[in-house]
């Protein structure tokens, strides 16, 4: 590592950091993590300061260099990656753009090109990194469920919800393996959903709905069921009815708790 360089003094990403430092991202995570390196956390973003990171790992380096005990050094810069002549171009035209950024100064279209993209890497890596760690709160408002109702869901399907952040590439991998391995069931459930009566009579949905005449007459007069008229006929949909009850799945209602008390 070349110490004559000079490093930005601003705290810089990760992303930004791994390339002035001229070492891979992911193993300058993985130090970092370790807690080998000093690094800022800011919400969920890695801050790096490069001044003091380089000096370490030219330490680092001299101490695994100097060791005949040492055959396999940790996986820090590659040879490969210093004699990249393109790379060392834009590392600097990065710390350029970076600077003059700060100072308020015009970029060229070059530096602008070279900050844009290294703006875009970090951008895409903060969104998996959230993807990865959704707060259970935002979960709960994106399903529209209850705590407790996706708990029960999470415990009969075996959804990863619990502790107080979810995965969703986690939950996106298991509804598609879901889909795949019951895929078959779904369309024959559907096909047979299809088969029965849509509109219901008032004795039917009653039956449906497993509550007298009178309970579905009172809800239907509060509007809480919908009902559609056929000429003088009043006929439920089923879809309303299902509606109904997944309602009534998650607690007992805000308005009318009796009607719920007599289901």
Known sequence: MN???????????????????????????????????????????????????????????????????????????????????????????????????????????????????????????TRWEYYAAIPQKHWRQMSGRQAKVLQEQADRYGIPFGGATVDLSAVVRLLHDFLRDNGRKLVKAEAVDRSAPRLLSEIDAAKYLGVGARTLWGLRNEGKIPVVRVGRMVRYDRQNLDAWILEHKSGTPKENPGACAEV
């Not at 003094?9 to 991202?25: D, I, S």
């Not at 995570?29 to 973003?45: C, D, Y």
């Not at 260099?65 to 040879?79: I, K, L, M, R």
Request: net charge negative; proline share 9%.
């Open 3 to 125: 110490m004559n360089k000079t490093y930005p003094e601003e705290l810089l990403p990760l992303n930004l950091a791994a390339r002035c430092l001229r070492v891979p991202m992911q193993w300058l995570s993985g130090e970092i993590e370790a807690g080998r390196l000093p690094a800022l956390r800011a919400g969920r973003a890695t801050l790096v300061h490069v001044p003091t990171l380089a000096p370490l790992l030219a330490e680092r380096a001299k101490g695994e260099s100097s060791s005949p005990a040492n055959d396999s050094p940790e996986p820090c810069p590659d040879t490969d990656i210093d004699d990249d002549d393109d790379d060392d171009d834009d590392d600097a035209i990065l710390r350029s753009a970076i600077s003059k950024e700060e100072a308020g100064e015009p970029l060229t279209r070059e530096e602008d090109s070279v900050l844009r993209r290294a703006k875009r890497e970090l951008e895409e890596r």
